[in-house]
C-alpha cells in the first residue's frame, strides 16, 4: 500500500503569514492527491481536489500543487479562522490513504 | 441538500460488535460510493473501506479485513458499517463519508459516531 507522510507534523505562524505544508506518497499517485482541513469537534472540510482545484467556496488563500510523489498545500495569508490540522489524502487501486496531518496554529 | 446523518454514540465491551448507521438524503444513494473513516482520540484519518450502495460491493483496508462488514439498505438510503471482536483501540470518532462523482475525493461527511470500548 502507498504510505503519506506530511510534513512539518505542527506549525505555528502568524496572521499574515506564508503557510506552507508539504505532503509526499511512497510511490507515483499521479494527480490524486486532495486537502482537507479539520476543527476540534467537526468532520474533515475538503479544501483542495486532484491536488490543485480549489473546492467550490473555499477562500481563494488556500492552494495546492504537485503531480507525482511530491505535493504542496499552501496558505498565502494565514487567518484567525484557518487555525485547524490539514491532512492530505491520496486515492490509488481502490484505497484511501491520509496523511498523519499536520496542525497549524497563530504565533 | 445533501445530508448524511449517523447513528448515535456507543458504548461497548471488549469483544463485542459495533452497527454505526448513516442515513443519505438530498441526493440518489445509490450514485455514489460511501466510505468509511475513523479518528481516535487525538489521532489522524484512518481510512477503513468502501461500498458501493448500487451493487453492495466492498472494499475494506487489509488493516480491518475480517473484523468490518459494510452493508446498505437501499429502500431506506442508509448505509452500515459493522465492526465486531472490538478492542479498546478501536475507540474513536467513526464517519461515513460520500465520495464525489466526479473524482476520488469526499465531498460530504457524515456528523460522527462516537463508539468507546470500556470494560
Known amino acids: 500500500d502507498i504510505q503519506m507522510t506530511q510534513s512539518p507534523s505542527s506549525l505555528s505562524a502568524s496572521v499574515g503569514d506564508r503557510v506552507t505544508i508539504t505532503c509526499q506518497a511512497s510511490?507515483?499517485?499521479?494527480?490524486?492527491l486532495n486537502w482537507y482541513q479539520q476543527k476540534p469537534g467537526k468532520a474533515p472540510k475538503l479544501l483542495i481536489y486532484?491536488?490543485?482545484n480549489l473546492e467550490t467556496g473555499v477562500p481563494s488563500r488556500f492552494s495546492g500543487s504537485g503531480s507525482g510523489t511530491d505535493f504542496t498545500f499552501t496558505i498565502s495569508s494565514l487567518q484567525p479562522e484557518d487555525i485547524a490540522t490539514y491532512y492530505c489524502?491520496?486515492?490509488?487501486?481502490?484505497?484511501?490513504?491520509f496523511g498523519p496531518g499536520t496542525k497549524v496554529d497563530i504565533k | 441538500q445533501v445530508q448524511l446523518v449517523q447513528s448515535g454514540a456507543e458504548v461497548k465491551k471488549p469483544g463485542a460488535s459495533v452497527k454505526v448507521s448513516c442515513k443519505a438524503s438530498?441526493?440518489?444513494?445509490?450514485?455514489?460510493?460511501m466510505h468509511w473513516v475513523r479518528q481516535a482520540p487525538g489521532q489522524g484519518l484512518e481510512w477503513m473501506g468502501r461500498?458501493?450502495?448500487?451493487?453492495?460491493?466492498?472494499n475494506y483496508a487489509q488493516k480491518f479485513q475480517g473484523r468490518v462488514t459494510m452493508t446498505r439498505d437501499t429502500s431506506i438510503s442508509t448505509a452500515y458499517m459493522e465492526l465486531s471482536r472490538l478492542r479498546s483501540d478501536d475507540t474513536a470518532v467513526y464517519y461515513c463519508?460520500?465520495?464525489?462523482?466526479?473524482?476520488?475525493?469526499?465531498?460530504?461527511w457524515g456528523q460522527g459516531t462516537l463508539v468507546t470500548v470500556s470494560s
Open positions: 463519508a460520500r465520495v464525489s462523482g466526479l473524482g476520488w475525493y469526499v465531498d460530504y
Open positions: 438530498g441526493y440518489t444513494f445509490t450514485g455514489y460510493y
Open positions: 461500498i458501493n450502495p448500487n451493487s453492495g460491493g466492498t
Open positions: 510511490q507515483d499517485i499521479s494527480n490524486y
Open positions: 486532484d491536488a490543485s
Open positions: 489524502q491520496q486515492y490509488d487501486n481502490l484505497i484511501f490513504t
